[in-house]
Nanobody, 117 residues
Framework: QVHLVESGGGLVQPGGSLRVSCVASDSGNIFSARTMGWYRQAPGKQRELVAFITVGGRTTCVVAVKGRFTISRDNAKNTLYLQMNSLKPGDTAVYYC?????????WGQGTPVPVSS
């Protein structure tokens, strides 16, 4: 079973930057064979996908974060990254990683990113 552990979140001021990471404990090499994504869940809202990256490195971001967020992966380290720049209060959420086509059944604990002055 693959376990996902997110880290790197924390309080950041509007306009600031932050990089969050996700490590997959993956003895079966599932991570390196899947399109992986970053999701977020804001208070009182449903979890939403904000960016994803294919095995080959092709990336897609939703309109709300395009030009500000960059997703990347290191398959050798089973690690997924999300670089977030020009953060806005509306980006406040708990950030999670998971596969995109068929999400793994067990989600990590997420990493909270409050954006506030």
């Amino acid at each position: 079973q693959v376990h996902l552990v997110e880290s790197g979140g924390g309080l950041v001021q509007p306009g600031g930057s932050l990089r969050v990471s996700c490590v997959a404990s993956d003895s079966g090499n599932i991570f390196s064979a899947r399109t992986m994504g970053w999701y977020r869940q804001a208070p009182g809202k449903q979890r939403e996908l904000v960016a994803f990256i294919t095995v080959g490195g092709r990336t897609t971001c939703v309109v709300a974060v395009k030009g500000r967020f960059t997703i990347s992966r290191d398959n050798a380290k089973n690690t997924l990254y999300l670089q977030m720049n020009s953060l806005k209060p509306g980006d406040t959420a708990v950030y999670y990683c998971n596969a995109v086509d068929v999400p793994l059944p067990t989600w990590g604990q997420g990493t909270p990113v409050p954006v506030s002055s």
